[in-house]
């Protein structure tokens, strides 16, 4: 698994939450899935998904299943679609720091990932 453009938003240190984005390149030769995320800078970490219904834009976790990864390709994780939740964040995402995080396969090796907070 390769991963590409990771990036964070800022956000103030009173809010509850923000979101981070990266796109995953699956080489591997096997289809495999995103199951989880994990990081010490959230007190929770979770998969979500933008949706629209009537009219109206939520976010809700990804269900147990995760994230499909087909063989040679990359799936995005970006505003408006699919993304990771940072719930509580458990230190400050100010423009220029960094945080890890870990993204959880099914086949695949755990992988720890460096995340630049930064506006977009």
Request: charged share 20%; glycine share 10%.
């Amino acid at each position: 698994m390769r991963v590409d453009d990771p990036w964070a938003r800022p956000l103030p240190e009173s809010a509850p939450a923000t979101a981070i984005y990266l796109a995953i390149e699956n080489g591997t030769g096997t289809a495999d899935r995103l199951l989880g995320v994990s990081s010490e800078a959230c007190a929770v970490a979770e998969l979500h998904e933008t949706t629209m219904g009537g009219g109206v834009m939520s976010m809700q976790p990804v269900g147990e299943e995760g994230i499909a990864l087909p063989v040679g390709e990359t799936v995005v994780l970006e505003p408006g679609g699919l993304h990771v939740m940072c719930l509580d964040p458990a230190v400050p995402f100010s423009e220029g720091s960094t945080v890890t995080v870990t993204l959880r396969f099914g086949s695949a090796p755990d992988l720890a990932v460096e995340v630049p907070v930064e506006e977009r």
